[in-house]
């Protein structure tokens, strides 16, 4: 079965800060990967995912992530942060062509100062 | 577009009842899915169903939880009897289910459960 590591589950940081967040995998066949972000009071919701071909997706809000296959890592990142990107964000992995099982990691708690 | 809707989103009760959660997928999706998020585990799939069929149910915890989609419309998730170790938050989610894997899924409000 998949698994997914998160580090650093709480995160400050100031508003113009650079965020990245780790997100590695342990699946050794073609993955799918997904960054889900939930704001304060509101749903889950996709921020971006890669299936297939430029290893650099970009996302909402100006959040991209990167997936290197050799380090099995799919890191999500974001030049400079604003106060409206406090959220938890969640890395999740599913297993290639057919597989709808989503495996989460634990997610990063994510808070901007202004 | 309503989104997935689910209900209750906030429920109380006493170990040994029978709690029942609700969910209500997209229009159109036809795959639903169910998910626990506990501060230990983290959010974990309990069971998918893909066109109403269950497919994949590993991830329920044991026999006191039993889930059904009787139609594309409607799903429910039941506990019998409670205890308070399935006090978390369930999330429903939902996708229209392509077969590449790389679906984006759709998530509710969710319900926090309590059992005291």
């Known amino acids: 079965a998949q698994s997914v590591s998160q580090h650093n589950h709480h995160v400050i940081l100031s508003e113009a800060a650079s965020l990245e967040l780790g997100c590695n995998y342990s699946y050794g066949g073609t993955v799918n990967l997904f960054w889900y972000v939930q704001y304060p009071g509101q749903h889950l919701q996709l921020l971006l995912k890669y299936f297939s071909g430029d290893p650099l997706v970009k996302g909402i809000k100006g959040f991209e992530a990167e997936f290197i296959k050799s380090k099995f890592s799919f890191n999500l990142r974001k030049p400079s942060v604003q106060w409206s990107d406090t959220a938890e964000y969640f890395c999740a992995v599913n297993a290639g062509r057919g597989n709808n099982r989503l495996a989460f990691g634990k997610g990063n708690q994510v808070v901007v100062i202004p | 577009d309503a989104g997935v809707i689910q209900s209750p989103r906030h429920e109380v009760t006493e170990m040994g009842q029978e709690v029942t959660l609700r969910c209500k997928p997209i229009s159109g999706h036809n795959s639903l899915f169910w998910y626990r998020q506990t501060m230990m585990r983290g959010l974990e799939l309990l069971i998918y169903f893909n066109n109403n069929v269950p497919i994949d149910d590993s991830g329920m915890p044991e026999d006191r939880f039993s889930a059904k989609m009787p139609n594309a419309s409607f799903s429910t998730l039941k506990i019998q009897p409670s205890e308070p170790r399935d006090s978390a938050v369930y999330f429903c989610?939902?996708?229209?289910?392509?077969?590449?894997?790389?679906?984006?899924?759709?998530f509710g409000p969710g319900t926090r459960l309590t059992v005291l």
């Open positions: 989610a939902s996708s229209l289910t392509s077969g590449s894997g790389a679906d984006t899924q759709y």
